[in-house]
């Protein structure tokens, strides 16, 4: 999944792209309010983490354009602004969480994955497919009961495919998905993983449309 970090902190935002990243997202990391609109103008974000208190332009600045230009992108909030007041005015102005520093790390990316399958219209934590099934939380994959070990790659481009089950994905919007800023991409990255995937999974899960994309269908 493709996040947004918008932290003007040095230290913090680099341990949270550390974090976020090992945790399986692509994370592209911006440090003031008007890199934050630029990028939300040019890409396209599962989710937005914002920090209120930016340079350029702060935060519930960035959050208010960000909902006027009627983009839905779910954002939480992760500030040190701790009062009612503070909650209240975030949420108002269009946040969908609030997380108060100093926080979890475990509990922000449960978080995240609750706005996720809130974005998504999902009910339970776990994906299914058949005999397949995907658990973000513990970050496990079971076939049939037994466990199947997958790379974070290919457990990210797993869940991608999960997520938007039915619906075709495009070769550059999994690439899009599974790879922030700076990240290295082979020119056949998404089809090795896709290879891998169906060699441990089974050659029928992800089907090829020639030209156009993947898809997992639903069963």
């Keep these: 999944m493709r996040l947004l970090l918008v932290e003007d902190d040095t230290l913090l935002g680099d341990g949270l792209r550390v974090g976020l990243r090992q945790a399986g997202y692509a994370v592209d990391w911006v440090q003031d309010g008007q890199s934050a609109r630029l990028s939300l103008q040019s890409e396209s974000y599962d989710l937005v983490v914002l920090d209120l208190g930016l340079p350029k332009i702060n935060g519930l600045e960035v959050l208010k354009w960000l909902r006027s230009q009627n983009n839905s992108v779910s954002v939480l909030v992760l500030t040190a602004r701790d009062t009612v007041k503070d909650r209240i005015v ?61 790379s974070s790659r290919e457990f990210a481009l797993l869940h991608q495919l999960l997520l938007n089950m039915g619906r075709v994905q495009t070769r550059d919007q999994l690439e899009s998905h599974l790879y922030g800023w700076g990240e290295e991409v082979e020119s056949n990255s998404i089809e090795v993983h896709i290879h891998h995937l169906r060699r441990k999974l089974g050659s029928q899960l992800i089907r090829t449309l020639r030209g156009i994309g993947y898809v997992i269908d639903k069963p």
């Design 90 to 150: 975030g949420l108002d102005s269009g946040a969908d969480d609030y997380l108060i520093k100093p926080f979890d790390l475990d509990e922000l990316i449960a978080r995240l994955r609750a706005l996720s399958r809130r974005g998504r219209g999902i009910s339970t934590p776990l994906l299914q497919h058949g005999t397949i099934t995907l658990d973000p939380a513990a970050h496990q994959v079971k076939r049939e009961g037994e466990f199947v070990d997958l």
